[in-house]
């Protein structure tokens, strides 16, 4: 995928999410704009390192590395950039996305008819170790930080 159609598809994922923070979380779309034009840029200097960088990591690894330096404490403009973004809520930004989600499964549900019921088995185990790994690990922190 070329980096333009990439930024298209970020700027629909912005506006729906704008739309989808002031609908669903009651956010002003003024102030909600700021931060989600920064998770953009954020976004498409991730998937241009990917695309320049010759390594064979996937763009959302450069993405979350870059959202990561820029939000650590004593960051030049790291409160700031915290500030704008925390005023998109993150399930109006999981709205679109999971939208895209379900189009990409239709359109390819001829695919995901032949792997048959063994998909069916693997996405239940997935989804019971993502669960039993959460809890243990949240169990053991709580543990240790003596909260229970």
Do not use: C, H
Not at 20 to 35: F, H, Q, S, T
Not at 47 to 53: E, S
Not at 94 to 102: E, F, K, N, Q, S
Request: glycine residues 8%; hydrophobic residues 55%.
């Amino acid at each position: 995928m070329k980096l333009k159609d990439s930024i298209i598809i970020l700027l629909i994922t912005a506006a729906i999410s704008v739309v989808g923070n002031y609908v669903g979380y009651k956010v002003n779309m003024i102030e909600a704009i700021p931060g989600v034009l920064i998770l953009v840029l954020i976004a498409v200097a991730g998937i241009a390192l990917a695309k320049v960088i010759p390594l064979k990591i996937p763009s959302v690894a450069y993405i979350v590395t870059l959202s990561t330096l820029l939000t650590v404490p004593g960051v030049p403009g790291a409160a700031t950039i915290s500030n704008l973004v925390s005023k998109v809520n993150f399930l109006a930004l999981a709205t679109p996305i999971l939208g895209y989600a379900g189009i990409y499964t239709g359109k390819n549900l001829d695919s995901l008819k032949k792997t048959g019921w063994r998909i069916v088995v693997l996405a239940i185990f997935v989804m019971i170790g993502t669960y039993l790994g959460s809890a243990i690990i949240a169990d053991t922190l709580l543990r240790v930080l003596g909260q229970i």
